[in-house]
């Protein structure tokens, strides 16, 4: 099979902002107690933090971690989780039905986030509490000094302010299983009123305010216009959650997943430019796709978990190689309308439906889909060109029309290299690519193909086989452009000099 790709230097989507490559530690599960904080760990640091994690945490260089939920922060008080350890209350999370010692609180993650060098995102509480608290946290993190709380994080030995930059107000809060909940009209002006108070503390603020949990939810995309409505001055992205699975285990219609991230996006755009016209607003809203992962393998381990237990095993999925597949796809999703799409964290990052697994006391590991996730991290960062491909495509009673191919080309201006990402969603048919480039100097010639491909669609790593599903290099020797290929179900990489 063919795909041919047309590449113009001219024609660009927009810049890559490098918050697309974000991540998510939720207090859920093992994320925290026994994922990035094992105290009796071997490779625990003087805070109990995993050396081990940290150093695959850095590997991925995720550029910021959303913290600390999810479902979980809409029943978090932050104040529990500061001062000294001994002294924290253990509460009941209702999110999760988990015990939560705080033993990893604020200075933790913000010490945390120095050592594996990424910024925070903090989300708000706007399910139990609202606006003194939300108010009240931001002064607390980001005040130098002078105030009662400012001067509480300094004793509590903060001495510099966190300056954390990006907020989230409140998450999921359309969700019936928020603790919390709330209707559009409620979360709206919630949200506005706390993100004024926000501003009023610092205009640089950056604010997310909550979309639609999924683009299935019954109330789509009307949450989003009516909360953007109310809280269009204030908010300066929207946010999106998307997780793709295959319970029936059709993979053609898994596969096509990224085609309703694409829709999912191009609708939420809408609404925006909807409501910045109805508002004859000059302000574009970009969008946050603060949660998107494959999550579905855990279901019913999950439901046989005890209630009320510190880091219970919950969501640990493990990943397929036909999910990395899939999780490349959807990077390409995100990239391909990087000039919208400003932030996005893939949901988690350590145990709880993660690239990194831990086991308690034992080793860390890369899942199957920390590689597609790796090298767009690593390889993705540039001007995202606006290509057009030609390649057959098969009918979907999901998607309908589906091509084969899912590819994004980056261009890094600096480094005078373009980066193609392709899936070959084929299982029987190999892809010879064609590129055709335009407005390009020089010679054109390929540097490095990075392929992740398996024989088994199933295949997983594990702690005893972490390097089963894992990517080779195929790079032709003479660096010509003839002859590329992406095998059957395949992710590539293909960097080229220009
Ligand atoms: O990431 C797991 C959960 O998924 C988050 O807590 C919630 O926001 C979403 O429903």
């Known amino acids: 099979m063919k795909c041919t790709i047309y590449a113009k230097k001219q024609f660009v989507v927009g810049p890559v902002d490098k918050r697309l490559f974000g991540s998510f530690v939720e207090q859920l599960g093992r994320a925290v107690y026994g994922g990035v904080y094992e105290v009796d760990h071997p490779t625990a640091d003087e805070q109990g933090f995993r050396t081990d994690v940290m150093n695959l945490v850095r590997e991925l260089d995720v550029p910021f971690v959303r913290f600390p939920g999810g479902n979980y922060v809409s029943n978090f008080n932050w104040e529990d989780s500061v001062g000294p350890q001994e002294q924290r209350p253990t509460r009941l999370d209702l999110a999760w039905r ?26 708000v509480n706007l399910g139990t509490r609202g606006l003194a608290e939300a108010r009240e946290l931001v002064e607390y993190c980001n005040h130098p000094g002078g105030s009662t709380l400012s001067e509480m994080r300094k004793n509590h030995g903060a001495e510099e302010p966190f ?6 107000l409140g998450n999921e809060m359309d969700g019936f299983w928020q603790v919390g909940h709330k209707t559009a009209e409620e979360y709206g ?3 506005n009123e706390v993100g004024k108070a926000m501003k009023l503390f610092d205009p640089t603020l950056e604010l997310v305010a909550c979309g639609s949990s999924s683009g299935y939810m019954p109330t789509f995309p009307q949450w989003e216009a009516t909360v953007l409505e109310h809280t269009y001055d204030v908010a300066d992205y929207i946010s999106l959650h998307m997780y793709v699975r295959n319970d029936e285990d059709d993979l053609m219609t898994f596969l096509a997943s990224s085609v309703g991230m694409d ?3 191009e609708t939420v755009i809408s609404v925006c430019d909807y409501v910045k016209a109805k508002k004859r607003s000059k302000k574009t809203m970009y969008l946050s796709f603060d949660e998107w992962n494959v999550w579905y393998h855990s279901g019913k381990k999950d439901r046989e978990q005890p209630p009320w237990v510190v880091g219970p095993n919950l969501l640990e999925d493990v990943y397929t190689f036909e999910d990395a597949l899939v999780v490349g796809s959807l990077l390409n999703s995100l990239l391909r309308r990087a000039d919208r799409v400003k932030i996005a964290c893939l949901a988690q990052l350590v145990n709880t439906i993660a690239p990194i697994m ?21 390889y993705g960062r540039g001007t995202v060109l606006d290509i057009r491909f030609e390649v057959p495509s098969y009918d979907n009673e999901t998607y309908g ?53 398996h024989s088994d669609p199933k295949a997983v790593n594990t702690s005893q086989q972490p390097d089963e599903v894992v990517p080779r290099t195929i ?5 010509t452009l003839q002859g590329l290929q992406a095998p059957v179900l395949s992710w590539n990489m293909v960097r080229i000099a220009l």
């Open 358 to 378: 831990t086991e308690t006391s034992g080793p860390a590991w890369r899942q199957a889909i920390y590689w597609p996730f790796y090298y767009a991290s690593k």
């Open 401 to 453: 029309t589906v091509p084969y191919a899912d590819a994004i080309m980056v261009h890094h201006p600096e480094g005078d290299e373009l980066v193609l990402f392709v899936v070959n969603r084929s299982p029987d048919k190999t892809m010879d690519i064609d590129l055709n480039l335009s407005g390009f100097e020089g010679n054109p010639r390929v540097i490095e193909h990075v392929v992740l491909d």
């Open 163 to 168: 300056n954390i930059k990006m907020w989230g």
């Open 263 to 265: 829709r999912y996006i």
């Open 98 to 123: 988990a015990l939560d010692p705080n033993q990893f609180g604020l200075h933790e993650f913000m010490d945390w986030t120095k050592k594996v060098n990424t910024e925070a995102m903090m989300v």
């Open 189 to 191: 002006r919630l949200a």
């Open 475 to 479: 790079t032709p020797t003479d660096g």
